[in-house]
């Protein structure tokens, strides 16, 4: 099972941008999939997050700008970010708590980073 993450890039302040992770591999089903990120020189936070059903949640500083969706046939998470602030720069990681057989427990992997830059 892989994660590979795409999209992140340099943009303006108030610009937007989408992120897609997509997870390969024999995959039954995915629970719910994340996004993080990490700042320079700060600590890694939860910015969104998906369950298979369709519910989400966000860090209280992306409200209203950044919108978490799932591709469940393609097993594949999108962030997308509108509205982009210098405060959003950092590494941008997507997450998943997914099983690898029907029978199975759940793991948890993480995708490559992805930088999104956001310039003043």
């Known amino acids: 099972v892989q994660l590979q993450a795409s999209g992140g890039g340099l943009v303006q302040a108030g610009e937007s941008l989408t992120l897609s992770c997509a997870a390969s591999?024999?995959?039954?089903?995915?629970?719910?999939m994340y996004w993080y990120r990490q700042p320079p020189g700060e600590q890694r936070e939860l910015v969104a997050s998906m369950t298979g059903g369709g519910r989400t949640n966000y860090v209280d500083s992306v409200v209203g700008r950044f919108t978490i969706s799932r591709d469940n046939a393609k097993n594949t998470v999108y962030l997308q970010m509108n509205s982009l602030k210098p405060e959003d720069t950092a590494v941008y990681y997507c997450n998943a708590d997914l099983k690898r057989s029907n029978w199975g427990r759940l793991y948890n992997y993480w995708g490559q980073g992805t930088l999104v830059t956001v310039s003043s």
């Open positions: 591999g024999t995959i039954p089903s995915i629970r719910v």
